[in-house]
């Protein structure tokens, strides 16, 4: 299910969800413009790789050369294709406006980065062994997506939804088209660890983070207000 856009409004303008489309696009524009072996090395020393984070940690098993804690930062704006910034920036487009428009918009910064930051740490503790780099925004917007999930339940998303060999566009609640999302996560963060269990090299997509920015939202969401002016908003 791909979502193409929701019906919640909102009363301020996403200044931050802004920016970071932009700064995410930006990063990615200037990734692209490196020779391909420059751009590898640039990867791997801005993404989030298990082992030289818990180097730079000091709870690494062994020495680890280059560790460092860096990249729980940068990772969450750099993305490996075309297809993989799209994805993300137009979730964020499409669910980011509504949190930031609840949070106010430094709080909604601070909800961001923070989901990133889960989001690796659970990477991280479930790939502890590995040695591949992992960039992208995807679990800082797992977090939108958990907080737009507890707050926003009932809205609707029109999503594309594929028949067989046909596509068609329904409205469907928030809650089953992010549940389905963070189940999908999970059910598949299960099926890849037995797989890499035993690997120190193991790609692909990072589930895990998935799933740990998406539950740092639904718990984040809870602790923080809902900013003062809109709140009046609903009392007049």
């Given at each position: 299910m791909i979502p193409i856009?929701?019906?919640t409004p909102r009363y301020s303008t996403p200044y931050v969800n802004y920016f970071l489309i932009a700064l995410n696009v930006l990063v990615f524009l200037f990734e692209i413009?490196?020779?391909?072996?420059t751009r590898q090395a640039f990867i791997f020393q801005f993404g989030v790789t298990p082992v030289r984070v818990l180097g730079a940690l000091g709870m690494a098993s062994v020495?680890?050369?280059?560790?460092s804690a860096v990249p729980l930062l940068t990772s969450m704006f750099l993305h490996a294709s075309w297809l993989h910034l799209i994805g993300n920036m137009?979730?964020?487009?499409?669910?980011g406006d509504n949190i930031e428009d609840y949070l106010g918009h430094f709080p909604y910064l601070i909800f961001y980065l923070v989901s990133g930051f889960?989001?690796?740490?659970?990477?991280?503790?479930?790939?502890?062994s590995s040695n591949v780099p992992s960039v992208g925004a995807s679990g800082a917007i797992a977090g939108i997506m958990g907080a737009y999930f507890l707050l926003f339940p009932s809205a609707r998303v029109l999503t594309l939804v594929p028949l067989?060999?046909?596509?068609?566009?329904?409205w469907l609640p928030a809650w089953?088209?992010?549940?389905y999302w963070f189940v999908l996560q999970f059910l598949s963060g299960a099926a890849t660890a037995i797989a890499y269990s035993n690997s120190t090299s193991g790609g692909g997509i990072a589930f895990w983070a998935h799933v740990g920015g998406f539950v740092a939202g639904l718990v984040m969401i809870k602790l923080m207000p809902q900013r003062l002016n809109?709140?009046?908003?609903?009392m007049y």
């Open positions: 856009r929701d019906d413009s490196l020779a391909p072996p020495n680890v050369p280059h560790a137009w979730v964020l487009w499409i669910f889960a989001a690796s740490a659970l990477h991280i503790l479930l790939n502890s067989i060999i046909f596509f068609t566009f329904i089953i088209v992010l549940g809109r709140r009046a908003r609903y």
